[in-house]
């Protein structure tokens, strides 16, 4: 086996793992590209289904070509989609800074919808790469009331043995794609043809590295126009992947703030 | 279209944790290996000057881990971290263990997967309480190659007498816990020798310096040609087929292949490896992650181990174990678990405390009670048969984890093997409860708790007692009151008013409302314990849910009520050990509600008692508060 086959297989284990300990159990469908990686993964480890809902947490303000792919491969992959909006930003904490303010709409509409459906876990694709508070994270991260994350009182998570509390008011964030980086994403994506959105791919000079709403998230320079050629510039290149996203760079704390009121 | 070749398959990084004592220098030596290793990414570096500049620091290593608010402020990791680098072309994950002590579970949730470790240690300070209890858990968890930086040797001048000491003493240390360390690397990781590069400060020093000692670290053995065990993971029902998935611990299968399944040992054939999106596979190793159905169609369990008639697991319902426990509270004989077992889950009993580690000096000894966060060898009763292998470093045999009844994770138990039962007293198989406490409360719309009154003779306990248990009982809540006296009329009839026979009054009380509390009551307690130790032996026998309710009157107004015409007889000296007379009353320091009686109707106390009881045992309230 080698470093891809063993991601994937310990990725199958967790996503089979919170299938059986945790319902109802829905996985976030963000469009991007780690998204479509973890919702590949669903379909390997449940052999081409996907047995619970995808829920795509919608901010209104999405790339055009972002609602477009999420139409277009509902359709294609079977899947069962849920969408939830987002309160205006006005609603929101107005001490955070700005472009964290419009991020946690997100986190406010994401509430909402676990709240709605009463969910128990809720899978989601971060990685320990992106950003140092991720870095922090367990594979199965219990949210108590309100949805807090205490990230000062995590519970120990060892030989592959998750905790599963099943209280009222408590639900499961799980985390399948901790341990992969960015590059291994691509190198996944190209190895299995995972289908992306094409702002991923350089067009005039630039293409996005990371996703996210389009008033907070920028372009890198770029010539990468296929996977391989993404692969490539990565291998040589030093800059950080989230650095086009504004709400972790406002202050040292704003993204921390953020993670512990329940954002991703 | 582009004409760069696909990347060629890697190997998996190796994790390397990174443990020892708190401000021996791992956080430094980290950061420091990145740099010389050139593995930061542009924006890291920036971080760090950025934020050693803001504090008036020259540039910090340690920020780049240190990287959570809270921890900068606090000066300290609060918990592990992963960071990827690279040796040559071999990949590498660094994780970053605390050394702070109530961060214990942190370091092993860092650990627990490290093909190897570093163990940094002030060459100068030498080994600290820390350094023990990391080097025993590195054991514990199954560690084998252990490297020894011997850091700040700056400090000792790269004296080599000094160092080669210092050394010893670890080695001896290290020997105690039948670790062999690697190497030892005599370092500074703050001025960079033996770092990445070799020191010309230390010409005697013929060893690896740290990144070749890393670079040694053999890969991991494979696991594939050991005998089978495929622990079910769960079974799934698709069109028309029942699939049975799992990831395959040890061993291989292949189609065809024979394989027994779990403790009733049913024998089936791998009809098929069901897969999507690959090629179509007729075989599979440890490692992966597999679907497979099975002819003829039996349907076995989650938990299940399938694995070849030829090399069946340990059969046995008392087992020997070690164990690593994470709790803040000591750990007693008789407390009941679930024990998880790659998917497995057991009811047990801890039937005996064998030994208890003394971390000053690594030794074992008898002892009643595991101490927090404490390493002991104990005995489990197991409520069945089960299968299980004895821990090996390096696979995933016996990793046995200790969960409470939240399902929170409270101890690691590396298994050691099938314990010879034993006669007399120890020989208990108490048997655990199918039924969880989260169902039981769902039946009866409100969870079970032990509310544990204590105040002096005459102070009202009996009396507001019995008034909260009609109020809540009018409610519907299942309600009983274990009073003292009522006690001492049956079960403790055979006890005096000694202080030995008051500790054993209180503890069957507690026992029985332990009992009563997990079939999902509310049990009312209504008994002086006039001590701090008495509540104190209680709250350990409940565990969980255990409310502490003083009932604050004056003793002068208990004597004026005297109900029983007690307080007249202990003055009259036809009493002796009166509580509040000629025997102390010991009064909470925080209980969980105190009442005041004095200046308020009995309906009315007993009012407030019965609103704070329906409170706390509400499904949807203390239900949300933390365990941990």
Redesign the interface.
């Known amino acids: 086996?080698?470093?891809?086959?063993?991601?994937?297989?310990?990725s199958?284990?967790i996503l089979?793992?919170a299938?059986?300990k945790l319902k109802p159990l829905a996985m976030l469908w963000s469009l991007g590209k780690d998204s479509n990686v973890m919702l590949?993964l669903a379909?390997?480890?449940?052999?081409?289904?996907v047995p619970f809902p995808v829920m795509h947490v919608d901010t209104g303000k999405k790339f055009p070509e972002m609602y477009k792919f999420r139409d277009e491969y509902t359709k294609k992959w079977n899947l069962e989609l849920l969408l939830g909006d987002c309160p205006p930003v006005e609603d929101i904490d107005p001490t955070l800074p700005p472009a964290a303010r419009s991020a946690a709409r997100k986190t406010a509409g994401l509430a909402a919808m676990i709240d709605k459906y009463k969910l128990a876990g809720v899978i989601a694709g971060i990685r320990?790469?992106e950003q140092?508070?991720r870095?922090?994270e367990?594979v199965f991260s219990p949210r108590?009331?309100g949805h807090k994350w205490?990230?000062?009182?995590?519970?120990?998570?060892?030989?592959?043995?998750f905790?599963?509390?099943?209280?009222?008011?408590?639900h499961v964030r799980v985390h399948p794609l901790l341990?992969w980086?960015e590059i291994d994403i691509w190198?996944y994506i190209?190895?299995?043809g995972i289908p992306l959105v094409d702002l991923y791919f350089a067009k005039d000079g630039k293409r996005y590295r990371s996703l996210g709403d389009q008033d907070i998230t920028s372009p890198v320079e770029s010539n990468a126009?296929?996977v391989?050629?993404v692969?490539?510039e990565l291998?040589t290149s030093?800059?950080?992947e989230r650095?086009g996203r504004a709400m972790d760079h406002e202050s040292?704390?704003a993204f921390?703030r953020l993670r512990v009121a329940g954002y991703l | 279209m582009s004409t760069i070749p696909t990347p060629a398959p890697q190997d998996a990084a190796t994790p390397i944790v990174i443990v020892g004592h708190v401000d021996h220098g791992k956080s430094t030596l980290i950061g420091r290996l990145l740099y010389d290793t050139d593995s930061l990414p542009e924006g890291r570096v920036a971080q760090i000057i950025e934020s050693s500049k803001k504090r008036g620091l020259t540039v910090e290593w340690s920020f780049l881990l240190d990287s959570l608010q809270i921890e900068r402020d606090q000066g300290v990791t609060v918990d592990s971290t992963r960071i990827p680098f690279k040796l040559g072309t071999r990949q590498f994950v660094i994780v970053d263990a605390p050394g702070h002590r109530q961060f214990l579970r942190n370091m092993i949730t860092g650990a627990a997967d490290a093909e190897a470790a570093v163990l940094v240690v002030d060459a100068n300070e030498g080994a600290q309480e820390q350094t023990r209890r990391h080097a025993m858990l590195l054991r514990l968890i199954g560690i084998r190659h252990v490297i020894v930086l011997m850091n700040k040797v700056d400090i000792l001048n790269y004296d080599q007498k000094k160092i080669e000491a210092a050394e010893r003493d670890i080695t001896a240390l290290l020997h105690q816990l039948e670790i062999e360390p690697t190497v030892f690397v005599p370092a500074s990781a703050r001025e960079g020798d033996n770092m990445a590069s070799r020191s010309d400060r230390m010409p005697w020093y013929k060893g690896p310096t740290l990144t070749e000692a890393l670079a040694a670290v053999p890969a991991p053995s494979s696991r594939a040609d050991l005998p089978l065990r495929l622990p079910v993971q769960d079974v799934y029902r698709f069109d028309t087929k029942r699939i049975v998935v799992g990831r395959i611990e040890r061993g291989r299968i292949r189609v065809g292949d024979e394989v027994v399944i779990g403790v009733h040992g049913a024998r089936a054939r791998i009809a098929t490896i069901e897969s999507w999106h690959t090629a179509p596979q007729v075989a599979a190793i440890a490692g992966q992650s597999v679907a497979v159905t099975l002819e003829p169609d039996v349907i076995p369990d989650r938990g299940d181990f399938l694995y070849p008639a030829s090399a069946a697991p340990l059969r046995a319902a008392r087992i020997r174990t070690r164990l690593f426990w994470l709790r803040q509270e000591p750990l007693r004989v008789g407390e009941s678990f679930k024990l998880r077992l790659a998917t497995a889950e057991h009811q047990v009993t801890v039937a005996a405390i064998d030994s208890v580690v003394r971390l000053e000096d690594l030794t074992e000894h008898p002892a009643e009670e595991v101490p927090p966060e404490g390493f002991a060898e104990i005995t489990l009763a197991v409520s069945e048969t089960m299968l299980f292998d004895a821990f090996v470093p390096g696979t995933s045999d016996g990793r046995g984890v200790l969960v409470d009844r939240n399902q929170q994770i409270v101890g690691g138990a590396p298994l050691i093997g099938i314990a010879e039962s034993v006669a007399g007293r120890n020989a208990i198989h108490p048997t655990g409860s199918a039924v969880s406490v989260w169902d039981r409360a769902q039946a009866k719309g409100h969870r079970g708790g032990v509310f544990w009154m204590t105040g002096l003779p005459g102070a009202g306990k009996s009396t507001l007692a019995r008034g909260a248990e009609t109020r809540l009982f009018a409610r519907g809540v299942d309600v009983s009151v274990l009073d003292g006296d009522t006690l001492r009329a049956g079960l403790c009839s055979d006890l005096g008013f000694s202080e030995a026979d008051r500790r054993e009054n209180v503890r069957r009380a507690a026992a029985v409302a332990r009992i009563l509390a997990e079939s999902g009551q509310v049990v009312i307690v209504a008994l002086i314990s006039p001590t701090i130790t008495d509540r104190e032996l209680a709250r350990q026998i409940v565990g969980e849910g255990f409310h502490e309710i003083f009932i604050d009157t004056p003793q002068a107004t208990c004597e004026q009520r005297d109900p029983k015409g007690l307080y007249a007889a202990a003055r009259a000296g036809k009493i002796a050990g009166f509580t509040g007379i000629d025997a102390p009353y010991e009064a909470p320091v925080k209980p969980d509600l105190r009442l005041e009686t004095a200046n308020a109707s009995s309906d009315e106390t007993a009012a407030r008692l019965a609103a704070f009881i329906g409170e706390e045992t509400r499904l949807d309230g203390a239900a949300q508060r933390q365990t941990s």
């Open positions: 086996m080698d470093d891809l086959d063993q991601l994937e297989a310990q199958i284990f089979r793992e299938y059986r590949w379909r390997k480890a449940f052999l081409g289904n320990r790469d140092a508070t870095a922090k367990r108590g009331a205490d990230v000062r009182n995590q519970p120990p998570e060892f030989w592959d043995q905790a599963t509390p099943h209280e009222p008011g408590m341990a980086r190198r190209e190895r299995e126009s296929t391989a050629e692969i490539a291998e030093r800059t950080s650095a040292e704390d921390e």
